[in-house]
């Protein structure tokens, strides 16, 4: 436990000066986390109404004692991130040593765990057109980690709270569960509502599907009704409102296969879709008997293509136009994926052994990984998150 502790602890500290070298790297105009700093210190003076998901930017001013100064700000922001991302990295580590321990060496089984929660936060896609045809790492990918969006960096342990306890509802009903699942939908709407999106779109299907028109079923969807109220004032709050900073009002709209910033062109979107989820696909694969059988796959799969339809989809006008906002579910939505794929493999490794197969995977992984470990490099070196 103490070793533990210190471990997350030193996480903490690295974690805040990875968070400050990403926000001192990136140039002005392209940097979203000095941007939400200054949001919140807006937010702080009065200048900027409080948006809809505004407890990201309130938290910034509490962290930072309201005192609206540029650097406090700025390391409030990067503290939060460091301490979402290491409750991330908390959480990925207690479900992985649950799948590992049984060996002949715990202190080898822990530090494994610990190793493969730490790869998580690298892990990244195989920028396969993308770096060919521009030299992009991220844009024109579905990539499971950022490093330079700090509203879907805090968003992202709610966001997976909300897909556990939502599982487990799926798994095994309990209606007091349902409380906390409204508390994560919270959090999730008013930090920053990109995963609800895909929640409310695929939780009440697999609910309905699971318990049909029983109980379990309207218990389980009033929490999602309530959050579509939540979210319902936030879209009040952002599109119906007089903006200080603009004339011009943004709305969202559908537009199918609206030509992003992020994927300038649709034709490497298949080949990206392949390259990206190289490793979650290859497991699917090769292990397509029990993967079909598992509800936590369908789950997981059936959020990531919901994700990538809602970005194919659904689009803002106006100012927000640019802002690529119906991207960042999809985020949320492969990591999901990396986690279970890997989950599951750790699971073989443990039952089946070093097999051919098992040891493919994991090398394939293993690219993955690297290739995040170099985005990471080339972002704090050069500025460019693209």
């Given amino acids: 436990m103490k070793q533990n502790k210190l471990l997350l602890s030193t996480a903490f500290l690295l974690l805040c000066v990875a968070y400050m070298a990403v926000l001192a790297a990136i140039p002005d105009g392209y940097n979203d986390m000095r941007e939400h700093a200054a949001f919140a210190r807006e937010m702080l003076s009065g200048v900027r109404p409080t948006a809809g998901n505004f407890m990201f930017y309130w938290l910034v001013n509490i962290v930072s004692l ?47 765990s610990f190793g493969f929660a730490v790869s998580l936060l690298f892990v990244f896609a195989i920028p396969i057109p993308s770096y060919s045809l ?15 969006n700090s509203t879907v960096l805090f968003v992202f342990p709610f966001a997976l709270l909300l897909f556990e306890q939502s599982y487990r509802q799926l798994t095994q009903y309990e209606a007091q569960r349902n409380n906390w699942i409204l508390l994560f939908i919270f959090l999730n709407v008013f930090i920053k509502p990109s995963y609800f999106f895909v929640f409310v779109s695929v939780y009440p299907l697999l609910l309905l599907l699971k318990y049909k028109l029983k109980k379990e079923f309207w218990q389980g969807i009033l929490p999602v009704m309530i959050g579509l109220v939540f979210l ?20 969202v709209i559908f537009q199918p296969f609206y030509s992003s910033p992020l994927f300038p062109d649709l034709w490497p979107m298949p080949y990206a879709f392949i390259f990206s989820l190289f490793f979650p696909l290859l497991y ?29 989809f659904i689009a803002e006008t106006g100012p927000r136009a640019t802002h690529g906002n119906f991207y960042w579910q999809i985020v949320i939505c492969t990591w999901i994926c990396f986690f279970v794929s ?45």
Avoid at 290 to 312: A, C, D, G, H, M
């Fill in 342 to 386: 890997l989950m599951a493999l750790l699971r073989d490794f443990k039952q089946q052994g070093k097999t051919f197969k098992n040891s493919l995977l994991l090398s394939v992984y293993g690219v993955q990984v690297v290739m995040g470990i170099i985005y990471f490099i080339r972002l704090c070196a050069t500025g460019n998150y693209y």
């Fill in 284 to 312: 699917a694969a090769f292990n397509f008997n029990t993967v079909r059988k598992s509800q936590l796959f369908w789950f997981s799969s059936l959020s990531f293509i919901v994700s990538v339809f809602i970005y194919l």
């Fill in 134 to 148: 521009d030299e992009f790492m991220y844009i024109g990918n579905y990539v499971p980690n950022v490093w330079h």
């Fill in 66 to 112: 309201f005192s609206g100064n540029i650097r406090f700000s700025e390391i409030s922001l990067c503290l939060l991130l460091a301490g979402a991302t290491t409750y991330r990295l908390y959480w990925s580590q207690k479900k992985i040593v649950a799948v590992t321990t049984g060996g002949k060496n715990s202190r080898l089984d822990y530090w494994l």
């Fill in 232 to 251: 319902a004032l936030e879209f009040w709050s952002i599109y119906l409102t007089k903006d200080p900073f603009s004339n011009e009002k943004s709305s």
